[in-house]
């Protein structure tokens, strides 16, 4: 499973991140995030407020640094 780094917020429903060969993509939702326990979750919205990017996960709003954006 390989891990992709967060680089910007697009809109709601995507975001750029840095590939593990370090190339810029796109992503689209919905995609997929792990937390700190490996349990994996589906983003469906992605959110912008006051600088700070959030993921929606199951109708909630989560920081996104708190969860690793992974290729399924």
Do not use: W
Request: aromatic share 12%.
């Amino acid at each position: 499973m390989d891990e992709y780094k967060f680089y910007s917020f697009i809109d709601d429903k995507s975001i750029l991140v840095i590939t593990p060969k370090n190339k810029l993509v796109r992503i689209k939702c919905p995609f997929a995030v792990m937390d700190s326990d490996k349990k994996k979750f589906q983003v469906d919205a992605v959110t912008n407020k006051n600088n700070i990017i959030y993921f929606k996960i199951q109708g909630k709003n989560q920081r996104h640094s708190a969860f690793l954006i992974v290729n399924t």
